[in-house]
């Protein structure tokens, strides 16, 4: 342990927000290219079939803000407390962690069972989508508990410093679900073709197996954290603790699925072809916002380690070299997204029709990427310092109370283009509540760290 707390608290912060940042953006730039993959399997079944996955995203998406939500508040409890050199709060965070983990995945199962049919119906009225979407979403779900303890262990090991084996597990994962995509939906070596069934059973298989992978050798090789069940009770310091960053984390990161739920109704208005297009950029975007993500990832043990060490040189270093880092990889996207919308677009066997409605939403949504890397790096410095419920005030604002209404009013028009305006709108007024927080963290917290 000696050692990775030396690497976190004695490095120089640019190497080390790098030598941090890019293991967790490979497995993210891989998580991307399964993203993609998958929907270019999906695509070829049908459109109907890519619209069935396109409304099923916002439950699945669920499933993600979760355990990652999770994830982040037991990444920030265990990085500071492996600075604070507290042992016990290490292993009571990991114990809970583990237990709390089963219990989200057993929620998602009943609401597999019972809410996946109720809730699709809201988006479409032909028959054929419904039972594609309901069949992904159900076996999505209700197996479901891959994902969670695969993020469970990757938070951990990111909180020692440990980058590497998470993109390892991360990258065999989207790897091995790329391979079984085409076996299980079109029905190779003598198994039957499933459709959508079998991309949905590609995607569990391949998280289960991440899953097992992670823990074993969590379990072994991760010797400052120790899980201890023999005599363990829930404490509600720890449950504080965890959730009081977990659920706002959790809250922010599932609101892409209230976001995209609501737009598929606006968006039905005008076309299933609109929920397509509008599917495949949540789809695309992911090239994007993961490498960013991958910085933000490096960033966030950093801060917390630096904050409970009460190293306030670092922590602002650390701060300040994260947004500029995201902010870069976001005016890229953009550059992409402006010069190639055609060519992402058409690998998805798009129409006419779909490349009418898609080249000017990819062109018009791109011009919110740089506000967004400002505002997502700012989010989780936030989170990093204990902050979760300004991140997620942000989040709200952002989406439920601007982009949502601003895409309502602009859809009267009558003209689909126009509600793609609503994000670069959003982003804008947002960042004007993200400076504000920052400099009240920074008054409260940041220069105050040592006194």
């Not at 009081?244 to 208005?269: E, F, K, Q, W």
């Not at 397509?276 to 917390?304: C, D, E």
């Not at 009558?414 to 920074?442: D, R």
Request: positive net charge; hydrophobic residues 55%.
């Amino acid at each position: 342990m000696e050692k990775t707390e030396n690497i976190m608290g004695t490095r120089k912060v640019m190497p080390l927000l790098i030598s941090m940042s890019v293991p967790p953006m490979i497995s993210m730039l891989i998580q991307a290219l399964y993203n993609i993959v998958d929907s270019m399997y999906v695509a070829r079944i049908s459109e109907d079939a890519l619209t069935a996955v396109s409304i099923a995203f916002p439950l699945q998406n669920l499933i993600i803000a979760v355990s990652c939500g999770f994830g982040i508040g037991l990444n920030s409890c265990v990085a500071r407390a492996l600075g604070a050199k507290d042992e016990k709060e290490v292993t009571s965070a990991a114990t809970h962690g583990f237990l709390l983990s089963g219990v989200h995945w057993i929620l998602f199962v009943l609401m597999g069972i019972f809410l996946t049919g109720p809730f699709l119906r809201n988006f479409t009225t032909n028959p054929q989508i419904y039972e594609m979407s309901c069949q992904y979403t159900q076996i999505v779900l209700c197996f479901s508990i891959g994902s969670m303890y695969h993020l469970y262990a990757e938070k951990l090991f990111q909180s020692t410093g440990s980058m590497i084996l998470p993109m390892i597990f991360q990258g065999v994962g989207a790897v091995l679900n790329i391979i079984l995509d085409p076996v299980f939906i079109f029905g190779w070596f003598n198994i039957p073709a499933m459709g959508v069934q079998g991309a949905a059973i590609a995607t569990v298989a391949s998280q289960i197996f991440a899953a097992v992978l992670s823990m074993i050798f969590f379990l072994k090789k991760c010797t400052s954290i120790r899980i201890h069940l023999k005599g363990f009770h829930f404490e509600k310091s720890m449950l504080w603790k965890l959730y009081t960053v977990g659920i706002p984390s959790a809250i922010m990161m599932s609101l892409p699925s209230v976001l995209v739920a609501a737009l598929n109704s606006v968006l039905a208005a005008f076309s299933a072809t609109a929920i397509a297009v509008f599917g495949l950029y949540i789809k695309i975007q992911t090239f994007v916002y993961m490498p960013a993500n991958g910085v933000i990832q490096g960033m966030r043990p950093i801060m917390s380690y630096n904050y409970g060490a009460g190293n306030k040189e670092r922590v602002t270093k650390t701060l300040k070299h994260c947004v500029a880092y995201a902010v870069s990889i976001m005016a890229v996207g953009l550059l992409l997204f402006q010069l190639f919308p055609k060519q992402l677009l058409s690998m998805f066997q798009a129409s006419d029709t779909m490349l009418s409605i898609g080249v000017p939403a990819l062109r018009i949504i791109s011009l919110s990427f740089l506000l967004a890397g400002f505002g997502i790096s700012c989010s989780s410095i936030f989170q990093a310092l204990g902050k979760a419920v300004y991140s997620m005030c942000i989040s709200i604002a952002r989406q439920l109370v601007i982009l949502l209404p601003a895409a309502y009013l602009l859809a009267q028009s009558g003209n689909v283009n126009l509600v793609w305006w609503a994000f670069p709108i959003a982003e804008l007024v947002s960042v004007g509540a993200t400076a504000f927080f920052l400099m009240k963290i920074n008054r409260s917290i940041v220069s105050r760290i040592g006194q």
